[in-house]
Nanobody, 123 residues
Framework: QLQASGGGLVQAGGSLRLSCEFSKRSFRDYVVGWFRQAPGKERDFVGAIAWSAGTTRYKDSVKGRFTISRDNAKNTAYLQMNSLKPEDTAVYYC??????????????????WGQGTQVTVSS
Protein backbone atom coordinates (compact mmCIF):
# COMPACT_ATOMS: atom_id res chain seq x y z
CA GLN A 1 0.00 0.00 0.00
CA LEU A 2 3.03 2.26 0.34
CA GLN A 3 5.79 2.33 -2.22
CA ALA A 4 8.98 4.26 -1.50
CA SER A 5 11.38 5.16 -4.27
CA GLY A 6 14.04 7.64 -5.29
CA GLY A 7 17.08 6.42 -3.42
CA GLY A 8 20.52 6.22 -4.94
CA LEU A 9 24.16 7.16 -4.69
CA VAL A 10 25.04 10.82 -4.30
CA GLN A 11 28.11 12.79 -3.30
CA ALA A 12 28.22 14.73 -0.06
CA GLY A 13 26.51 18.07 -0.50
CA GLY A 14 24.15 16.69 -3.11
CA SER A 15 20.40 16.23 -3.11
CA LEU A 16 17.85 13.47 -3.52
CA ARG A 17 14.08 13.40 -3.43
CA LEU A 18 12.37 10.32 -2.11
CA SER A 19 8.76 9.55 -2.96
CA CYS A 20 6.21 7.53 -1.05
CA GLU A 21 3.22 6.63 -3.20
CA PHE A 22 0.01 5.36 -1.63
CA SER A 23 -2.22 2.91 -3.39
CA LYS A 24 -5.41 1.02 -2.64
CA ARG A 25 -6.49 3.41 0.09
CA SER A 26 -6.35 7.02 1.16
CA PHE A 27 -4.03 8.10 3.94
CA ARG A 28 -5.34 11.65 4.06
CA ASP A 29 -6.33 11.35 7.70
CA TYR A 30 -3.00 9.85 8.66
CA VAL A 31 0.46 11.02 9.57
CA VAL A 32 3.14 10.01 7.08
CA GLY A 33 6.52 9.44 8.62
CA TRP A 34 9.97 8.95 7.18
CA PHE A 35 12.45 6.74 9.01
CA ARG A 36 15.93 5.46 8.23
CA GLN A 37 18.05 2.56 9.30
CA ALA A 38 21.81 2.44 8.95
CA PRO A 39 23.69 -0.88 9.11
CA GLY A 40 23.88 -2.16 12.65
CA LYS A 41 21.63 0.57 14.01
CA GLU A 42 17.98 0.84 14.99
CA ARG A 43 15.38 2.42 12.76
CA ASP A 44 15.43 6.13 13.42
CA PHE A 45 12.90 8.92 12.93
CA VAL A 46 13.66 11.46 10.21
CA GLY A 47 10.48 13.50 9.97
CA ALA A 48 6.75 13.34 9.51
CA ILE A 49 3.81 15.25 8.09
CA ALA A 50 0.16 15.26 9.02
CA TRP A 51 -1.45 14.78 5.64
CA SER A 52 -4.53 16.93 6.18
CA ALA A 53 -3.03 19.82 8.13
CA GLY A 54 0.44 19.76 6.63
CA THR A 55 2.03 19.97 10.08
CA THR A 56 5.60 18.74 10.03
CA ARG A 57 8.19 17.68 12.54
CA TYR A 58 11.83 16.78 11.93
CA LYS A 59 14.75 15.13 13.64
CA ASP A 60 17.11 17.87 14.81
CA SER A 61 20.01 16.73 12.64
CA VAL A 62 18.03 17.14 9.42
CA LYS A 63 16.26 20.42 10.15
CA GLY A 64 17.00 22.97 7.47
CA ARG A 65 18.25 20.28 5.09
CA PHE A 66 15.26 17.95 4.66
CA THR A 67 11.71 18.91 3.75
CA ILE A 68 8.60 16.74 3.74
CA SER A 69 5.66 17.57 1.52
CA ARG A 70 2.68 15.82 -0.01
CA ASP A 71 0.71 15.98 -3.25
CA ASN A 72 -2.96 15.17 -2.81
CA ALA A 73 -3.58 14.70 -6.52
CA LYS A 74 -0.79 12.16 -6.82
CA ASN A 75 -1.42 10.55 -3.42
CA THR A 76 2.31 10.83 -2.84
CA ALA A 77 4.50 12.14 -0.04
CA TYR A 78 8.01 13.41 -0.62
CA LEU A 79 11.23 13.72 1.33
CA GLN A 80 13.47 16.34 -0.24
CA MET A 81 17.01 15.90 1.06
CA ASN A 82 19.58 18.63 0.46
CA SER A 83 23.14 19.11 1.66
CA LEU A 84 23.46 15.39 2.18
CA LYS A 85 26.17 14.06 4.45
CA PRO A 86 27.80 10.62 4.64
CA GLU A 87 26.02 10.05 7.95
CA ASP A 88 22.69 10.27 6.10
CA THR A 89 23.52 6.96 4.45
CA ALA A 90 20.79 4.46 5.33
CA VAL A 91 17.78 2.60 4.06
CA TYR A 92 14.88 5.04 4.14
CA TYR A 93 11.31 3.95 4.87
CA CYS A 94 7.97 5.70 4.72
CA UNK A 95 5.13 4.75 7.00
CA UNK A 96 1.59 5.82 7.87
CA UNK A 97 -0.10 5.97 11.23
CA UNK A 98 -2.02 8.19 13.61
CA UNK A 99 0.40 9.34 16.29
CA UNK A 100 -0.10 12.65 18.04
CA UNK A 101 2.37 15.42 17.23
CA UNK A 102 4.56 14.69 20.24
CA UNK A 103 4.72 11.03 19.20
CA UNK A 104 5.54 11.46 15.53
CA UNK A 105 8.89 9.82 16.23
CA UNK A 106 7.41 6.65 17.77
CA UNK A 107 8.03 3.85 15.31
CA UNK A 108 5.50 1.48 16.87
CA UNK A 109 2.62 3.92 16.29
CA UNK A 110 2.89 3.58 12.51
CA UNK A 111 0.64 0.86 11.12
CA UNK A 112 1.62 0.71 7.47
CA TRP A 113 5.16 0.52 6.12
CA GLY A 114 6.64 0.67 2.68
CA GLN A 115 9.69 -1.21 1.58
CA GLY A 116 12.89 0.73 2.02
CA THR A 117 14.96 2.59 -0.50
CA GLN A 118 18.73 2.82 -0.16
CA VAL A 119 20.42 6.20 0.10
CA THR A 120 24.19 6.24 -0.03
CA VAL A 121 26.16 9.45 0.41
CA SER A 122 29.82 9.31 -0.52
CA SER A 123 32.40 11.62 0.99
Amino acid sequence: QLQASGGGLVQAGGSLRLSCEFSKRSFRDYVVGWFRQAPGKERDFVGAIAWSAGTTRYKDSVKGRFTISRDNAKNTAYLQMNSLKPEDTAVYYCAAGRPGYSAYDQTDLYLYWGQGTQVTVSS
